[in-house]
Structures are given as structure tokens and as C-alpha cells.
T-cell receptor
């Protein structure tokens, strides 16, 4: 069975601070995919990143970076120099390769509030 | 190049009525997924469909909920005799067929917010 845990339900930071959102996952599969999505107050889901289990290289995209550690089953997300527009709920998700389909298992989300 | 289209964006129903939520997948996508997001929670998988087939409905409530993806037209999630607890955001996602053994990423619609009075 697959499971995703986002232990931080809510984080509040002041603009320009760096912030890391934690994600820990459980799976029995050796091949799987990890995702991060952003859900702004308007409610839609914005895709941020997809990683497969064989690619442990960290990724940086502008102010966003992701740290994938298979040894600790974690896929943490860091926002550098946070901005008010980063305020949103962020979801980590997992998809196993050998599902009949590739349905996603989501964590409970972390609400990030960036104050000016 | 339209993304996944869901309508309506907002739907209000009274207890006991029926709710119909529509999802048109991206062009070329033959796989559709429905997820439910209860207030202040993450998304939970409900059902996975391909054209004219339900592949996995392990996340669907056993009663009152049904889904279809006909040969022509959008996928429909139907909730009969709605109750207050059905109030949630319902998201649809679509993906193309798998390539070899590699599953393809899902693209999400903007969701339908269902409110039950």
C-alpha cells in the first residue's frame, strides 16, 4: 500500500525567508513517481514537478528546489526567498508504476502563508 | 491546445437531488481519473476509467456514486440523492496511454466545487 505524509499542516514565514516543505512516502514498489502540486486560493491544481524513483538528482527551478532522498523516503521541497504569491497549499503525491493505472496518492497538504 | 475541462465550476444542490459533473480530457488522452477533495484535506482517488470501461473504482463510495466515460462525449461523475457530506471539490485528471511500462503524467482540470444545501 502506498502512503504520503506531510507532517507540517501549516507554515507561516515572512517574505524573503527560505522555507522547506517536508514529504515522506511509503511504497513497496521499486519503480514509482513523486510529484508536487500547488493549490493557490483560487483552487486549481498547478503541477510543479514529477520525479521517477531512479533519478535521485536534486532539481532546481528558479526559486524552487527539490531534495529526493531514497534512503529516508523523502522528497522535500524548498522555496528560496519566499514571496507573498507563494502562499498556497502544497501537495506531495506518489504514483506506483505497477498500478493498473497511475492513480495518485496525495499527502494531506501543507498550507504555506507568506506574510509581507 | 485546451487542457482538461471540467464543468460546471460550481454546483449547488439541495439534499436528495442529483449532481452531474463533467470532464472532457485533453485531446489524445484516453485515461480519466476522478479525485475528491473534502474541505481542508488532500485529494483522494475515486475512480479510473478508459473509454467505455471502468478500470478501478476502489475509491468510489459503494452507494449513490457512479462514473462513466462513453465512447463519445465527456466523462460523467454522477452522485444521486446528495447529502451534506458530499460537499467537496471534485477534480478530474487525464493522461495518455502508457508508453511501454511507463505510466504517463496526469493533467488536472480546475475542479468542480459541489455545495449541498
Amino acid at each position: 500500500a502506498q502512503k504520503v505524509t506531510q507532517a507540517q499542516t501549516e507554515i507561516s514565514v515572512v517574505e524573503k525567508e527560505d522555507v522547506t516543505l517536508d514529504c515522506v512516502y511509503e511504497t513497496r514498489d521499486t519503480t514509482y513517481y513523486l510529484f508536487w502540486y500547488k493549490q493557490p486560493p483560487s483552487g486549481e491544481l498547478v503541477f510543479l514537478i514529477r520525479r521517477n524513483s531512479f533519478d535521485e538528482q536534486n532539481e532546481i527551478s528558479g526559486r524552487y528546489s527539490w531534495n529526493f532522498q531514497k534512503s529516508t523516503s523523502s522528497f522535500n521541497f524548498t522555496i528560496t526567498a519566499s514571496q507573498v504569491v507563494d502562499s498556497a497549499v502544497y501537495f506531495c503525491a506518489l504514483s506506483e508504476e505497477n498500478n493498473a493505472g497511475n492513480m495518485l496518492t496525495f499527502g494531506g497538504g501543507t498550507r504555506l502563508m507568506v506574510k509581507p | 491546445n485546451a487542457g482538461v475541462m471540467q464543468n460546471p465550476r460550481h454546483l449547488v444542490r439541495r439534499r436528495g437531488q442529483e449532481a452531474r459533473l463533467r470532464c472532457s480530457p485533453m485531446k489524445g488522452h484516453s485515461h480519466v481519473y476522478w479525485y475528491r477533495q473534502l474541505p481542508e484535506e488532500g485529494l483522494k482517488f475515486m475512480v479510473y476509467l478508459q473509454k467505455e470501461n471502468i478500470i478501478d473504482e476502489s475509491g468510489m463510495p459503494k452507494e449513490r456514486f457512479s462514473a462513466e466515460f462513453p465512447k463519445e462525449g465527456p466523462s460523467i461523475l454522477r452522485i444521486q440523492q446528495v447529502v451534506r457530506g458530499d460537499s467537496a471539490a471534485y477534480f478530474c485528471a487525464s493522461s495518455p496511454p502508457a508508453i511501454g511500462h511507463s505510466n504517463q503524467p496526469q493533467h488536472f482540470g480546475d475542479g468542480t466545487r459541489l455545495s449541498i444545501l
